[in-house]
């Protein structure tokens, strides 16, 4: 099965920061790649799909790229309300696997 | 609009069966490409996918979980029904489901059960 991995597991940044995540799957999955945003005591909530496409209602700061096995959302100009934890999660084929997640925090 | 809620037990005992339903709305479960998933997370722990059961009746599951779990769904009720056997406490989580769709995966949530298993 493929496996997802997630760096950096947590981090610390200013407002204003650009921040980026990076998810690497152990096989290519093309563009199946979704990132999620989940606020504490919350339900993830899809910010990502096909590895660039922002989800509607996602404000611009967040973007994502790659393909094949590396990918990475970006945060750029991370805002207060940006304090979550963010997974990647594959969706080309079952199993659907998620990365072990990242943990934002505001310094 | 898609919305969709998790119902079940808050409590089960150690070797119980637990069954979990997932009442959805704004979609029909008919349409090429689209599917519910469950997925669940331990308190302070990473997210675990379960299952997944599409339009067509093909059902997915975990690896590790496999020989325990079933997932059904019933198109006239717009529910699924995910079904976890011999629970044990380390499967206290927060289980969730979301509407799955082949180009964007699982785009809309529930807002999830919290499931614990005690004696």
Same mark, same amino acid.
């Given at each position: 099965d493929v496996q997802m991995t997630q760096s950096p597991s947590s981090l610390s940044a200013s407002v204003g920061d650009t921040v980026t995540i990076t998810c690497r799957a152990s096989?290519?999955?093309?563009? #199946?790649l979704a990132w999620f945003q989940q606020k504490p005591g919350k339900v993830p909530t899809l910010l990502? #799909?096909?590895?660039s496409t922002l989800q509607l209602?996602? &404000?611009?700061r967040f973007s994502g790229s790659g393909s094949g096995t590396d990918f990475t959302l970006t945060i750029s100009?991370?805002?207060?309300?940006?304090?979550a934890t963010y997974y990647c999660q594959k969706y080309?084929?079952? &199993?659907?696997t998620f990365g072990g997640g990242t943990k934002i925090e505001i310094k | 609009q898609i919305t969709l809620k998790e119902s079940g037990p808050m409590l089960v005992k150690p070797t119980q069966t637990l069954t979990l339903t997932c009442s959805f709305s704004g979609?029909? @479960? =008919?349409?090429?490409?689209e599917g519910v998933g469950w997925i669940r997370q331990p308190p302070g722990k990473a997210l675990e996918w379960l299952a997944l059961i599409y339009w067509d009746d093909d059902e997915r599951y975990n690896p590790s979980l496999k020989s325990r779990l079933i997932i059904t769904k019933d198109t006239s009720k717009k529910e699924v029904v995910l079904t976890l056997t011999?629970?044990?406490?380390?499967?206290t989580a927060t289980y969730s489901c979301a509407h799955f769709h082949? @180009? =964007?995966? @699982?785009d809309v949530w529930g807002p999830g059960t919290t499931v614990t298993v005690s004696s």
């Amino acid at each position: 099965d493929v496996q997802m991995t997630q760096s950096p597991s947590s981090l610390s940044a200013s407002v204003g920061d650009t921040v980026t995540i990076t998810c690497r799957a152990s096989q290519a999955i093309s563009k #199946y790649l979704a990132w999620f945003q989940q606020k504490p005591g919350k339900v993830p909530t899809l910010l990502i #799909y096909a590895a660039s496409t922002l989800q509607l209602g996602v &404000p611009s700061r967040f973007s994502g790229s790659g393909s094949g096995t590396d990918f990475t959302l970006t945060i750029s100009s991370l805002q207060p309300e940006d304090v979550a934890t963010y997974y990647c999660q594959k969706y080309n084929s079952a &199993p659907l696997t998620f990365g072990g997640g990242t943990k934002i925090e505001i310094k | 609009q898609i919305t969709l809620k998790e119902s079940g037990p808050m409590l089960v005992k150690p070797t119980q069966t637990l069954t979990l339903t997932c009442s959805f709305s704004g979609f029909s @479960l =008919r349409t090429s490409g689209e599917g519910v998933g469950w997925i669940r997370q331990p308190p302070g722990k990473a997210l675990e996918w379960l299952a997944l059961i599409y339009w067509d009746d093909d059902e997915r599951y975990n690896p590790s979980l496999k020989s325990r779990l079933i997932i059904t769904k019933d198109t006239s009720k717009k529910e699924v029904v995910l079904t976890l056997t011999n629970m044990d406490p380390v499967d206290t989580a927060t289980y969730s489901c979301a509407h799955f769709h082949d @180009l =964007r995966g @699982l785009d809309v949530w529930g807002p999830g059960t919290t499931v614990t298993v005690s004696s």
